[in-house]
């Protein structure tokens, strides 16, 4: 059983950054692609970036230029370090992997962005 454990969330005012980190238990290095998703109130949950174990990162483009999505292999952790952060990336943050056919998924960490 794969279990995410997020942190790293929190309050920030505009302009402003936070890091979150998410433990994986088991090695990352078998899960086929790592990511993060946000879903903010009363819409639906969306893709913010994505770290494959062999390819390159994707990231939605709102997000493209402010965050950054990366891995310690070992520490068995996924990062997405947020810059420049706008109320409209107020949102719960949830990890994710992707390991053959099964995917997996964290609690959330909620963050919030003042304008």
């Known amino acids: 059983q794969v279990q995410l454990v997020e942190s790293g969330g929190g309050l920030v005012q505009a302009g402003g950054s936070l890091r979150l980190s998410c433990a994986a238990s088991g090695s990352i290095f078998s899960f086929n692609v790592m990511g993060w998703s946000r879903q903010a109130p009363g819409k639906q949950r969306e893709l913010v970036a994505t770290i494959p174990r062999a390819g390159a990162t994707i990231y939605q483009d709102s997000v493209k230029g402010r965050f950054t999505i990366s891995t310690d292999n070992v520490k068995n952790t996924v990062y997405l370090q947020m810059n420049s952060l706008k109320p409209e990336d107020t949102a719960v943050y949830y990890c994710?992997?992707?390991?053959?056919?099964?995917?997996?998924w964290g609690q959330g960490t909620q963050v919030t962005v003042s304008s």
């Open positions: 994710f992997t992707i390991q053959g056919s099964l995917s997996y």
